[in-house]
């Protein structure tokens, strides 16, 4: 049975260094609200987004399963669902061109704010922090150099979690910036906005017809052209009704863990992808007793559900590492 190799990812060790090389630069505005960033990176070629229309829309399937039955999903999903999906969007994929850039436009209020702060706090006759490259370039044993680097580390940590990415090691160089989307992060916050779907393929006959269809619902979303320096959210797929592999295999995992929630599902990669990566297989639990390739993770049985077996079956044959990534 061949095995997969978990590589946990890590901060690639430059990342200070390269938050110090844009100290320099102005802050940009948020991504989180400024319309007019959001045009500038619209009309960037070197990043692929979704509609950036925020309309409210409603989703209506209809098709015919191998046993002749009529199958039919359909769900509606409100402006405001529309416009955070939108802007995770955005952020995502800004932050999959830029990752740098993204990081020091969330870092560089935050860090001055609190360097404010620490100099408030310092008695006259200690040495205080002139600015954040002064902070960066004199790091020593003084309470308020302290002080600044426990406020870098827990805020490099939020920026993480607020840009929806996570970082890894470049296959290339260590040194180089990497990351990807932080895809068990929006598995938890999709699967919400999902629930109406996942209750009506639950429905039907029973668990694995549910699963089937499931993934023949989302394998039917005509593909997205690979790329690994944008991602759309689920809401997004179902508006724009195109998706990539990682982009596809989020939501079917999201359908999949509503139907049977006592599964583990985990995701598998090549090692060597970067940013959105490609190819992406899902794989359940195999005491769920869903059809498909075997596969050992963590010295389990998985079932991969998801994907191409001819690509994985090549990939495994090469002995390239894969990176399983647990989702829940």
Known sequence: MPNSLLNKAALWPSITTSIMIFISIPVMASLSGDTDERNNLASSSLISLPNS????????WQWTDKEGKNLKIKSFFDTDIVETSLL??????????????????????????????????????????????????????????????????????????????????HPDDEDLPCVR???????????????????QLAKQQSFTTAVKN?????????????????????????????ADSDEKVLLLATL???????????????????????????TIDSRSGVEGQKIIIN??????ISGSKIKLDKILSSNTKLISESLY
């Open 214 to 242: 499931a993934q023949h619902w989302v394998y039917a979303i005509p593909d997205r052209k690979e790329h690994d320096d944008s991602f759309f959210s689920p809401i997004s797929v179902l508006k724009t009704n195109e």
């Open 181 to 199: 989307p932080n895809y068990s992060q929006l598995f938890y916050e999709y699967r919400a906005y999902l629930k109406d779907i996942a209750a």
């Open 88 to 169: 995770d969007s955005y952020k995502l994929s800004f932050s999959l061109s830029y990752p740098i850039k993204a990081i020091h436009t969330y870092l560089t209020p935050r860090l001055e704010f609190a360097i404010e702060r620490i100099n408030f706090y310092t008695p006259d006759e200690q040495d205080k922090i002139t600015n954040i490259k002064y902070a960066f370039t004199n790091k020593d044993e003084s309470n308020s150099s302290q002080l600044f680097w426990q406020a870098y580390n827990q805020y490099q940590n939020d920026a993480f979690y607020h840009l929806k990415i996570t970082p890894c090691v």
């Open 299 to 304: 010295q389990n049985q998985y079932t991969v």
């Open 53 to 60: 229309e925020t309309n409210s829309f409603s989703i209506n």
């Open 256 to 282: 999949i863990s509503q139907l049977a929630p006592e599964y583990e599902l985990f995701m598998l990669y090549p090692s060597d992808s970067i940013g959105s990566v490609s190819p992406v297989w899902l």
